[in-house]
T-cell receptor, first 122, second 114 residues
């Protein structure tokens, strides 16, 4: 079963405006981590922000914030004051104890969504 | 600065040839991962390692192998390249053993199998 869903294949936003990229997840594990990565056209995967399932507050990193709604199982990325350099693919990812390998423990692996392509218009 | 590198960055090979993609990290991370990225599929896990001499199969491991002889390197080998293995390959590493641990990615290798 797919564990991470990004329903927006592509989005446009005007420069300097805020944009929200949606991500919903599915897990029955109480302990999990949610991650957002940015992939510009150059191809590298850049870690943006992390939210833990037990974190009381929404994560923030500069212009990035994570709108974490645990009951709805959503972890939307909010980018404030969009810049042209924000144009990229954005991936939501999750790790929980149920995605671990055969060795057990909590060294789980990341499950990625299919991504959202964000285009910032000047 | 510590980093994770991949080589080559671009590779063209022929069907049936053996290909090895290198991944090297200087963070001294125990955990290393290989993913492939294809349109419509996002990133999918190929193999991973939690330490020296440890290797495990991921979601799409058929046709691939890895070995971990030291902490820094996790080479990915395509035993007999197939056109279906044309993809972008990413190596990643992480330090810790918690579900919250961040993975850091290399720059990727674009592989074309003709």
């Amino acid at each position: 079963a797919q564990k991470i869903t990004q329903t927006q294949p592509g989005m446009f936003v005007q420069e300097k405006e805020a944009v929200t990229l949606d991500c919903t997840y599915d897990t029955s594990d109480p302990s999990y981590g949610l991650f957002w990565y940015k992939q510009p056209s150059s191809g590298e995967m850049i870690f943006l922000i992390y939210q833990g399932s037990y974190d009381q507050q929404n994560a923030t990193e500069g212009r990035y914030s994570l709108n974490f709604q645990k009951a709805r199982k959503s972890a939307n990325l909010v980018i404030s004051a969009s810049q042209l350099g924000d144009s990229a693919m954005y991936f939501c990812a999750m790790r929980d104890l149920l995605t671990i390998g055969i060795h057990g423990g909590s060294q789980g692996n990341l499950i990625f969504g299919k991504g959202t392509k964000l285009s910032v218009k000047p | 600065d510590a980093e994770i590198t991949q080589s080559p960055r671009h590779k063209i090979t022929e069907t049936g040839r053996q290909v090895t993609l290198a991944c090297h990290q200087t963070w001294n991370h125990n955990n290393m991962f290989w993913y492939r990225q294809d349109l419509g599929h996002g990133l999918r896990l190929i193999h991973y390692s939690y330490g020296v001499q440890d290797t495990n199969k991921g979601e799409v491991s058929d046709g691939y192998s890895v070995s971990r002889s030291n902490t820094e390197d996790l080479p990915l080998t395509l035993e007999s390249a197939a056109s279906s293995q044309t993809s972008v390959y990413f190596c990643a590493s992480s330090e810790g053993i918690t579900a919250q641990e961040t993975q850091y990615f290399g720059p990727g290798t674009r592989l074309l199998v003709l």
